[in-house]
């Protein structure tokens, strides 16, 4: 059976994945590894690009 389409636009920057968490090769104290969480600047980490307003032109 067929999906429907979705309306959301994916961001073209992350392809949706918007955040990242990157090792950082050090260790906490309770030996676990120390991450960053890095999140996509022109989405502003949600995944999804703005939709864009349409603008009536003409009379």
Known sequence: MPQPAQNTRVCRDCDGFA???ITTGTRQAD???ATLRI???PCGGTGRTAS????????
């Not at 864009?52 to 009379?59: E, F, I, N, P, S």
């Open 19 to 21: 955040t990242v968490a």
């Open 52 to 59: 864009a307003d349409l603008a009536r032109t003409g009379r």
């Open 39 to 41: 999140a996509c600047q």
């Open 31 to 33: 030996g676990s590894r």
